[in-house]
């Protein structure tokens, strides 16, 4: 199956500054990549998403890169400020037993720091 | 403006004991899903429904039984409580044809059994 990697697992940097969480997948079949947002006690909530045909998207400061051929891929925040200290997480799509699976990171925690 | 409900925010239960955890989607997805999610594992697949009566095993499902019995609601069930299963329990819908994560997350049910 479908095994996801994400790094680092824990990240701070001084507001303003940008920040990257890198993550590799395993399974050349997988063919979407959602980056999901979860503030403490809230719930994972979408913020960003490639498809395989992409190889870069952005979002205001937020932008994501795919690699296909290394299968990696990886989030970035530029201009951070302290409402993006969250946990992140990066997460793999693709056919499994002839079904959609989603294969999620072990998640970052992002602290900017003011 | 709520879309995914699961049905307590903090539950306690003992060894042993029947739980049942209850999720419902106001947005008429097709797919729904349940994780656990555990400090440095990320979210871990237990169970999953792309259909009405329709279930299948994801990651982890040992020790659980699901059930769907109309569209709106998957309840998952710990037959027998145990102490490792203790954990914060995150549900999650998704339309038909999508099924690339694009999730919409539930608040969580942390779960304590002691």
């Known amino acids: 199956g479908e095994n996801v990697e994400q790094h680092p697992s824990t990240l701070s940097v001084q507001e303003g500054d940008s920040a990257v969480i890198k993550c590799t997948y395993s399974d050349s079949a997988s063919n979407y990549f959602p980056w999901y947002k979860q503030e403490l006690g809230k719930r994972p909530q979408l913020i960003i998403d490639i498809r395989s045909n992409v190889g870069e998207k952005k979002d205001q400061r937020i932008a994501v890169t795919l690699n296909k051929t290394a299968k990696h891929f990886s989030l970035h925040i530029t201009e951070t400020q302290p409402e993006d200290s969250a946990v992140y997480f990066c997460?793999?799509?693709?056919?499994?037993?002839?079904?959609?699976?989603?294969?999620f990171g072990t998640g970052t925690k992002l602290q900017v720091i003011p | 403006d709520v879309k995914v409900t699961q049905s307590s925010r903090y539950l306690v239960k003992r060894t042993g004991e029947k739980v049942f955890l209850e999720c419902v989607q106001d947005m008429d997805h097709e797919n729904m899903f349940w994780y656990r999610q555990d400090p440095g594992l990320g979210l871990r697949l237990i169970y999953f429904s792309y259909d009405v009566k329709m279930k299948e095993k994801g990651d982890i499902p040992e020790g659980y039984s699901v059930s769907r019995e109309k569209k709106e609601r998957f309840s998952l069930i710990l037959e027998s409580a145990s102490t490792n299963q203790t954990s914060m329990y995150l549900c999650a819908s998704s339309p038909s044809g999508q099924g690339r994560g694009g999730y919409t997350f539930g608040s969580g049910t942390r779960l304590t059994v002691v």
């Open positions: 997460a793999a799509s693709g056919l499994s037993g002839g079904y959609q699976k989603v294969t």
